[in-house]
């Protein structure tokens, strides 16, 4: 059975700092690219980053170009979404998706390459 479970969500105030992570297990992680994405209210989900098999290829929306860093431990099956200089924009549902088998230095952009997702995490960020 498949599950990705992310946590570390909460309400912080702007320019506060988080950690999200997502922890996976019933397929091979250390074969599949990884995303985070969000969705705010009344919005669609959209792109934040995602990584590489080997962690060393990373992309990012240019919203959060230079705040926010995704990182991976193979050996954990986890995945981390660090995030700086956190605004109320930012505010969302946080999800971590799976791209089972790709290759390697590959990485996904969009929601509908990904085939595993978790539940989400809310990160709240007040002014």
């Known amino acids: 059975q498949v599950q990705l479970v992310e946590s570390g969500g909460g309400l912080v105030q702007t320019g506060d700092s988080l950690t999200l992570s997502c922890e996976s297990s019933?397929?091979?992680?250390?074969?599949?690219?990884m995303g985070w994405f969000r969705q705010a209210p009344g919005k669609e989900r959209e792109f934040v980053a995602t990584?590489?098999?080997?962690?060393?290829?990373?992309y990012y929306a240019d919203s959060v170009e230079d705040r926010f860093t995704i990182s991976r431990d193979n050996a954990k099956n986890t995945v981390y979404l660090q995030m700086n200089s956190l605004r109320p924009e930012d505010t969302a549902v946080y999800y971590c998706?799976?791209?089972?088998?790709?290759?390697?230095?590959?990485?996904?952009?969009?929601?509908?390459?990904?085939?595993?997702w978790g539940q989400g995490t809310q990160v709240t960020v007040s002014s």
């Open positions: 019933g397929y091979t992680f250390s074969s599949s690219c």
């Open positions: 990584i590489s098999v080997s962690g060393r290829q990373t």
């Open positions: 998706a799976a791209k089972r088998n790709t290759g390697y230095g590959v990485t996904y952009l969009f929601i509908s390459d990904y085939d595993y």
